[in-house]
Each structure stands twice: as C-alpha cells, then as structure tokens.
C-alpha cells in the first residue's frame, strides 16, 4: 500500500513538471528590470546563528536535566490494587486494511481477526507500578522480579532516572496505548504470556509482601 502511494505520488510530481516544463517560453523583456533587492538566504542564516548562544544549546548540564526529568505526556494514572486479582486479555484484532502476500495477491485481507500470540511467544514479564508509591517501590524490591533479566519495569507515576538508578535496572512509563490494550486497571500488576492470551495478576501490597525467592 505504501509502494503504491509512493508510486502515485512520484507520477503526480513528475507530470505537474513536465506540464511546466511544456509551458515555459521565452517571452522577451518588457519594461525596465532591476536588480533583486532581497537579502541573501545564506547571509540571513549567518546573522541568525551568531545570535544563538550555543553553549547554552548544546550545554551538557541541560540535555542531562532534560533526560533526568523527561516525563511523557500520556502517562495513566491507575489506582492501587485493592485485592488480588488475575484476568485474562485476548490480543486479537481486526486488520484495518489488507496485508499483501508480495506477489501480487493478498496474505491477510481487511477485516480478518488475528491473534498475534497465535504465532509468536512473549517471553518476558511486565510489572507495573507507580513509582511515586514508597510501598510498590518496596513490593517491588522485595519481590522476585527485582532481580530477574525478564523482568521489564513500567512506572506509571514517579522519576524513571532516580527509581533506575536505584534499582540499578532499566525503568520505562507505562504508555496510555499499551495500558488500553492489556486492559491494566490498577497496580501492582504483573503480565506475562498465558498459551493465547496475556495474564494480568493485581496484588494488594497492603495486606501482603511476597517475599524474594
């Protein structure tokens, strides 16, 4: 779909030329001519860079203050788990446009239901938490995923640079489109893979600590 927008794209540009092209004569001059009076481009670029103070642009204290304290805007605010629960999320969704088979004729055609855990296994495991918590943090690091390599870690709230760096572990923010589509409701949550579906587990941290293996 998107070699055949391409294609389409490259056509109307090279015909609007080409129409151009055919159009231009050489009418002669008529009446008086002038110089352009127009500043240079380049010369305008110049002037503008040199009003740009670029130690402050390229300053390595301000991009490591914007990467400490980056947070997205479609962060979710979920509520803390009030007891334990597990559910069960199904995937599959249906394909908003065609697939193509590449020669010719088509793989998957539009409106076909799939299931992407039909074909591929996710071997990690997601715990999410809102970072800002002192009580999911602690949950968290008493657990037995503080020390597992399967183990990702979203935030839903909280400093991602000071909880990484205190867990010495990549931490990442739990996006709104991931969120919708595991059906996460509050936290603790911890999702991993269940044959075709995605397993969602809530722990109530406050009657329980499950403790490290």
């Not at 015909?15 to 010369?43: K, M, Q, R, V, W």
């Not at 300053?59 to 334990?84: G, T, Y």
């Not at 715990?127 to 183990?151: C, M």
């Amino acid at each position: 779909m998107k070699f055949l927008l391409s294609l389409l794209i490259i056509a109307i540009v090279m015909l609007c030329s080409t129409t151009g092209l055919a159009a231009i004569h050489n009418l002669g001059s008529y009446g008086h001519t002038y110089a352009i009076a127009e500043p240079d481009a380049l010369t305008q670029i110049k002037e503008a860079a040199r009003k740009v103070d670029w130690s402050k642009v390229f300053s390595r204290k301000a991009q490591e203050d914007r990467i400490k304290h980056f947070r997205p805007r479609d962060l979710v605010n979920l509520p803390r788990a009030e007891r334990d629960r597990t559910y069960l999320v199904d995937l599959t969704f249906v394909l908003p446009f065609d697939i193509p088979d590449g020669k010719g004729g088509v793989l998957y055609p539009k409106g076909y239901t799939i299931n992407p855990l039909d074909y591929i296994t996710y071997p990690r495991t997601l715990v999410v938490i809102d970072g800002s918590d002192p009580k999911q943090v602690r949950w968290f690091t008493h657990s037995e995923y503080a020390d597992s390599l399967n183990t990702t870690l979203l935030i839903t709230d909280g400093s991602y640079y000071d909880l990484a760096k205190r867990l010495n572990r990549p931490v990442f923010y739990l996006m709104e489109d991931l969120a919708e589509r595991l059906k996460i409701e509050a936290v603790p949550s911890v999702i991993r893979q269940k044959g075709r579906y995605m397993e969602v587990r809530e722990i109530a941290i406050q009657t329980k600590v499950t403790a490290r293996k």
